[in-house]
């Protein structure tokens, strides 16, 4: 049977989840709390360049005698884009991580360890708003119905998200060295 799986060049191996609760607990130790909290920042983050272009136009608008108000038509498209770049690039990264999870020490990971790319950070990020906008956002209590704490589109995406490696290191140790305070 491996000769000929070898032969059409098709794997049938599944990968482990590379993250185990049973025998890592600090991985995902207050993990749903600090995704909350991630967000909120991250949507501040997204919300003033947004908030900048929509003055634009508006000024616009007034300098035109109302044709440039026109622009704000472009307000979705320009939301959308922003949105995707930045999910992209900082969840995509190399960090695998926003702005918010990266000042709350969290970070995303496929369920069998990779790090994120930038087209799975914007599905993932779009399956969030889609999820959370036509399901409600008592979806999210999915989280407190596993032991990794994914929410719907960390499943549909496989995704799991976090502690980083410092915050784990901290959490092994007892902390940081509080002996030079």
């Known amino acids: 049977m491996a000769d000929e799986r070898d032969r059409i060049g098709v794997s049938y191996d599944v990968k482990p989840h ?3 609760p049973e025998t890592n607990p600090e ?13 909120l920042i991250d949507l501040v983050i997204l919300a003033i360049p947004l908030i900048l272009v929509w003055l634009f136009f508006f000024a616009v608008g007034i300098v035109t005698l109302g044709l440039g108000f026109a622009l704000f038509g472009l307000m979705p498209v320009v939301t959308l884009l922003w949105a995707a770049f930045y999910y992209g690039t ?30 799975l950070a914007v599905v993932h990020a779009g399956l969030f708003w889609v999820t959370t906008s036509v399901l409600t956002p008592l979806v999210l209590l999915v989280c407190f119905f596993n032991q ?33 305070v």
């Open 90 to 119: 900082t969840l995509g990264g190399p960090r695998s991580a926003t702005i918010g999870m990266r000042a709350l020490d969290i970070e995303m990971r496929t369920w069998y360890g990779a790090p994120s790319y930038f087209v």
């Open 27 to 39: 991985l995902f130790d207050g993990v749903p709390a600090r995704r909350v909290l991630a967000f």
């Open 18 to 20: 590379a993250y185990d």
């Open 148 to 180: 990794r704490g994914r929410l719907l589109h960390d499943f549909l995406v496989g995704t799991v998200v976090i502690n980083n490696p410092a915050r784990v290191g901290t959490m092994r140790t007892g902390g940081p060295d509080r002996s030079t």
